[in-house]
């Protein structure tokens, strides 16, 4: 009877364990931020090419930009959306001689809300370029 319940018990440990560590692997994830900052601290996020900027105004317009580096990458075709949760409130779709910056009012971009862009640019030397994980809250 005790060998049973042993049995039963480690048993129990393991797929505790099991789910443990496969929910561990499903929420902590390298593409959500554990926490997202403030729009109001004009947060940047710097990848191997350049960097992306956002920002809030003392409106409550969020704002946003970036910059390649070097600068002589920025000319090309930028596809950015812009993202209020998991909603595109923006966007461009255009070639560019620098990098593009841009602003949503405090109506889309409430307080609370989750914002983010997404920027692919083919540079007029034929690279591609894709923006890092980024985002704040207004």
Known sequence: ????????SLAALFLTLAATLV????????????????????PSFPGD?????????????????????????EPGFYKISVYGGKRVLDGKNAHYPYFPHGSLPAK???PGRRMSIS????????????????????
């Open 23 to 42: 929910g561990s692997a499903g929420t902590a994830s390298a593409i959500v931020p554990v926490s997202t900052p403030s729009c109001k601290n004009n």
């Open 108 to 110: 889309l971009a409430f």
């Open 119 to 138: 920027v692919t640019l083919t540079s007029d030397s034929g690279s591609v370029y894709h923006s890092v994980q980024n985002g704040c809250v207004m």
């Open 49 to 73: 090419s350049g960097v992306i900027r956002l920002g809030e105004t003392a409106q409550g317009t969020f704002v946003w930009t970036g910059a390649m580096t070097p600068v002589s990458r």
């Open 1 to 8: 009877m005790r060998v049973k319940r042993l049995a039963v």
